[in-house]
């Protein structure tokens, strides 16, 4: 009976050891990621996992018109009523490196709640992976846009450029060279 009740109390043990040594490479790993800003890809530095192909087939979900460029670039469009979102999605080696977002109303109505949504998609595609980081550069985004003013930020290792002249918000999020 003894051997017995010392050989499950030294399984119990062994399965006990063996998940907190997976939760702990779980979240090593998962830190990693979450504090892996850029990956190379080719001569460039990328947004990590984020595939141009991706985001170009996501707005074609949503109707943009989305055509190549360039060897490195893809331009997407679309128009409702007054208004036109456009997007250019710059790559290496199939990841995105750069990501320009505009939105213009022709009516110089103020930025609706869509466009808005918009923007924000685009502004926390690099922190995806990151709630926080994304909440945080939510509310950024949000009260530059209601300041109406130009401005530029470093958030971890990208470059958030916004825009904001009369009919449109311009947003550019890039890796600087």
């Known amino acids: 009976m003894a051997a017995r009740s010392r050989r499950t109390i030294v399984t119990v043990a062994g399965l006990l050891a063996l998940l907190l040594a997976g939760t702990g490479a779980y979240l ?18 990328c947004i990590p996992g984020l595939q141009a192909s991706g985001v170009t087939e996501a707005l074609k979900k949503k109707g943009h018109s989305c055509k190549r460029q360039e060897h490195d670039s893809w331009f997407c469009d679309l128009v409702i009523g007054s208004m036109t979102f456009k997007a250019t999605i710059s790559f290496s080696d199939g ?18 709640k869509a466009g808005m949504a918009y923007l924000t998609w685009f502004a926390t595609l690099p922190y995806r992976d990151d709630p926080a980081t994304s909440a945080d550069i939510t509310k950024w985004l949000a009260e530059q846009v209601a300041a109406a003013k130009d401005t530029k930020a470093r958030i971890a290792d990208y470059e958030y450029v916004l825009l904001t002249p009369q009919k449109s918000v311009e947003l550019d999020i890039r890796i600087p060279s």
Request: glycine share 6%; net charge positive; charged share 25%.
């Open 95 to 112: 990841y995105v490196y750069r990501l320009t977002a505009d939105v213009f109303h022709a009516d110089n109505g103020k930025l609706t």
């Open 28 to 45: 090593f790993t998962r830190d990693i990621r979450l504090n892996q800003f850029t990956q190379s890809c080719g001569s460039r530095d």
